[in-house]
């Protein structure tokens, strides 16, 4: 079974500080996706990220894959009140004819405080 | 114009009853799912339709029934709602079934009492 790890699940974190959001999975995926949340809202994409290596910036927010360990980072800089949210990674299931839908991680909310 | 809507936002009804959320996309895509977002926030893939043909449905109780009347809508009914299917529902389209990028609803917030 496809499963996808993050941590933490919970961050609580000051203006202006930097921090990591790690998410692993247990398939060999070439593809991950990070998404927003805010409260009682849909998600949001932030980043999809198709090959090994790849980093995508957007704003403060930087995200990374490593599809040999597994593993994507996604990367606050200088945080700042608005990153307040609750942000996920999933990965692609895949059957015989092709990618159908997605497995999400638990989330990790994160608050940023002034 | 809203790419992916649902109707309705919220839904409040009693343990017992039978129940439908709709949902439509505008973009012209083939596939289309359905995801559970519990209490907890954790969000899991329900089923998945590909031009009106079931792709997935992942263990969920068959008082679940998805319906697809064509490429553009995948309507949810509920028989028999349990306090346990109170959760928030999103529909979401990608193009294809190879294509990444999915397009998630507004939600619909159903509260079992």
């Known amino acids: 079974e496809l499963k996808v790890e993050q941590n933490p699940l919970f961050l609580s974190m000051q203006e202006g500080k930097n921090y990591t959001i790690y998410c692993n999975y247990s398939?060999?995926?070439?593809?991950l996706y990070w998404y927003r949340q805010d409260p009682g809202k849909s998600l949001e994409s932030l980043f999809v990220?198709?090959?090994?290596?790849a980093v995508k910036q957007e704003g403060r927010l930087m995200a990374s894959l490593d599809t040999k360990a597994r593993l994507s980072t996604l990367h606050i800089t200088a945080a700042v009140h608005d990153l307040s949210a609750t942000y996920f990674c999933?990965?692609?299931?895949?059957?015989?004819?092709?990618?159908?839908?997605?497995?999400f991680g638990k989330g990790t909310h994160l608050i940023i405080q002034p | 114009d809203t790419a992916v809507s649902q109707t309705p936002k919220y839904l409040v009804t009693q343990m017992g009853n039978d129940k439908s959320i709709k949902c439509e996309q505008n973009?012209?895509?083939?596939?289309m799912y359905w995801y559970k977002q519990d209490s907890k926030k954790f969000l899991k893939i329900m089923f998945s339709?590909?031009?009106?043909?079931?792709?997935i449905n992942e263990t969920v109780p068959n008082r679940f029934s998805p319906k697809s009347p064509d490429k553009a809508h995948l309507n949810l009914h509920i028989n028999s709602l349990e306090l346990g299917d109170s959760a928030v529902y999103f529909c979401?389209?990608?193009?294809?079934?190879?294509?990444?990028?999915?397009?998630f609803g507004p939600g619909t917030r159903l509260t079992v009492t």
């Open positions: 990220l198709l090959s090994n290596g």
């Open positions: 339709y590909n031009n009106k043909e079931l792709i």
């Open positions: 973009l012209g895509h083939d596939t």
């Open positions: 979401a389209s990608s193009p294809d079934r190879n294509t990444y990028e999915q397009y």
């Open positions: 398939t060999t995926s070439d593809r």
């Open positions: 999933a990965v692609d299931r895949y059957s015989g004819g092709g990618a159908d839908g997605l497995t």
